[in-house]
């Protein structure tokens, strides 16, 4: 293939994933746009076994086939088996947490193909070159730790909470300065030992840069990883002359960015509040006397005469709806309460779950008429008119302490008012706090009844309850 | 290449970048973040070229470390986003499908 059809394919490529992102942004092409962008990086990467791209000092390439033709086929092969399987059985709910560790392994697979590149750049390679090998090293390998971290914390195999140490934000400061300092001693020196120094001081500052990131505000740093791992994608592309990877990476770093913007925007958060916060928070003015405080439980029945008498009822579902499973039973407790007359409407908060558009996605799977879901700006004025909110497996995003308790993590979060609501169930576990880890004022609320248990098992009891009377 | 084709690709990828994702609605930023998830990993195509450039053992070990990186980051997003969108299918498809 000759280097100006290589080059097209390339360009064809980039096409693909701008019309793949544009697709991506409305719910009618979305679908249709991933399909898009998929077949771009298919084409993409057929490509590239067409075409010898030279190496650094050549003029040409070799002749066809590729060195090590059968191990980067075998890789592939590796790669896919793993993948794909991941992708396909993945529950909705630990959805989250996938999109994180691809992020995290596309960093890592940034960082590798730079620190090679950097081994085989020769006395002849500009400063440029080296310099942006460097910056995908060192960005490369922040995104693949810090998600790895995000992982964790959305998996729950860590604590969700922030994690500050004393000190913290000065370990931070100097291993982002140790990182400057070794990026400009590799660049000068051009040696192993001072790379994998700095590969190592980048893995560490991913982490440190992770860690004071509370629960709720991971999807967000996901999201600037996610732009990151685009811009060492980009500058990849610069070092190996590949003007689909600076497209490509270039696309999804400043889209990436807005994105994290408009995420960070729907929490009512500043970008930098929600990465430093931690460092700045005042201690929680909130107490922690949960037991001894009475709250009011009550059982099925309590919930479904409630429900049986009231004109308007709002649904609000969260994590907890999505833990057990329990988005076909919640749609049955509606469909049953339409048929009674009563209206009924899902007051669906932007960051309920663990992600943005999590119960959109949840919902829609159990086919919720998509006109029952109510974002949060059209249901809040309507809570005062509510007879009854159901809040279903989630806590955060109704906690008021969010409008009145300036200093606690989430001061400054929208939050679906259901406080004006005349009643208030709690769908609950237990009385944990959510994944901010902030007690919710509300729990003990006099018009606030609790009902424990997993919502699946609740709401069927709910169900059969209000079909009895 | 030469640096200002470079430059001049950069800029206007950054603006069509900005563009594109403007005016999305909170409901799609998840899909939104896994489709553009996807899409850097076509890394994988640097990937196989250090890998063709590969001199020493070290080298190949470490760009088929990157290619099967690449390759789940790539297959993987791409499955999930879809995955994620199947749920967006239109309600008319929806209702003829049956729920089950």
């Known amino acids: ?469 | 290449m030469d640096a200002i084709a470079i430059i001049s690709i950069f800029v206007l990828a950054v603006f069509v970048g900005f563009e594109v994702v403007s005016k999305v609605s909170s409901t799609l930023h998840t899909p939104l973040m896994s489709g553009a998830n996807a899409i850097h990993g076509v890394i994988l195509v640097g990937a196989i070229i250090v890998a063709d450039h590969s001199e020493t053992n070290l080298e190949l070990g470490l760009s088929l470390a990157a290619i099967v990186l690449a390759t789940i980051n790539m297959v993987g997003g791409f499955v999930v986003t879809d995955r994620m969108l199947e749920m967006f299918k239109p309600k008319k498809s929806a209702d003829k499908g049956g729920e089950k």
């Not at chain 1, 090998?133 to 992982?151: M, N, R």
């Not at chain 1, 408009?262 to 929680?284: H, I, N, V, Y």
């Not at chain 1, 037991?291 to 009011?296: A, D, L, N, Q, S």
């Not at chain 1, 829609?364 to 008429?369: L, Q």
Request: glycine content about 10%; hydrophobic content about 50%.
């Open chain 1, 1 to 469: 293939m000759s280097s100006t059809l290589y080059s097209l394919i390339g360009l064809g490529a980039g096409v693909a994933f701008i019309l793949a992102l544009k697709g991506l942004s409305h719910p009618k092409t979305a679908r249709r746009g991933n399909l898009i962008g998929a077949f771009g990086a298919t084409v993409a990467t057929l490509s590239v076994f067409l075409y010898v791209t030279p190496s650094h000092g050549e003029e040409v390439g070799h002749s066809l086939p590729l060195h090590n033709f059968w191990w980067i086929l075998g890789a592939i092969l590796v790669g896919l088996i793993i993948g794909v399987p991941a992708a396909r059985k993945v529950e909705m709910t630990q959805m989250p947490q996938l999109v994180a560790l691809f992020n995290g392994v596309g960093g890592g697979a940034a960082a590798l193909v730079a620190i090679v590149e950097y081994l085989n750049l020769g006395a002849e390679a500009t400063t440029a070159e080296v310099i942006f090998t460097v910056f995908t090293v060192v960005v490369g390998c922040v995104s693949f730790s810090g998600s790895i971290i995000t992982f964790m914390k959305l998996q729950e195999l860590m604590t969700t909470r922030p994690v500050v140490f004393p000190g913290g934000r000065f370990v931070i400061a100097g291993t982002l300065a140790a990182v400057l300092g070794v990026s400009v001693w590799v660049v000068s020196a051009m040696g192993t030992t001072p790379l994998l120094t700095l590969a190592v001081l980048s893995l560490l500052f991913g982490v440190l840069f992770v860690l004071p990131v509370g629960g709720a505000d991971v999807p967000i740093v996901i999201s600037l990883l996610n732009a990151f791992t685009g811009l060492t994608v980009a500058a990849s592309g610069y070092v190996l002359s590949s003007t689909l990877l600076i497209i490509a990476g270039t696309l999804v770093g400043a889209s990436g960015t807005i994105l994290t913007r408009l995420m960070a925007e729907a929490m009512g958060r500043s970008l930098f509040g929600t990465l430093f916060g931690a460092f700045t928070a005042k201690p929680q003015a909130v107490s922690d006397s949960a037991e001894e405080r009475p709250v009011r439980s009550g059982s099925a029945d309590d919930v479904a005469i409630l429900l049986n008498y009231a004109r308007r009822v709002v649904i609000v579902p969260g994590f907890g709806l999505a833990v057990a499973q329990a988005q076909h039973t919640v749609r049955e407790l509606a469909d049953l309460m339409i048929s009674k007359g009563i209206d009924v409407a899902y007051g669906i908060h932007p960051v309920a779950g663990r992600m943005p558009g999590h119960m959109n996605v949840l919902l829609a799977e159990a086919n919720v008429p998509y006109d029952q879901l109510a974002e949060m700006d059209e249901v809040n004025p309507t809570f005062g008119q509510t007879d009854v909110a159901i809040v279903i497996g989630a806590n955060d995003v109704v906690n008021p302490a969010a409008q009145t308790t300036p200093g606690c993590p989430i001061y400054g979060m929208p939050i679906l008012e259901v406080n004006n609501a005349a009643n208030i169930i709690f769908l609950k576990r237990s009385m944990r706090p959510g994944f901010a880890g902030i007690e919710n004022e509300l729990l003990y609320d006099p018009k606030t009844m609790l009902l424990f248990g997993d919502a699946k098992a609740s709401l069927t009891k709910v169900v059969s309850a209000l079909k009895a009377l």
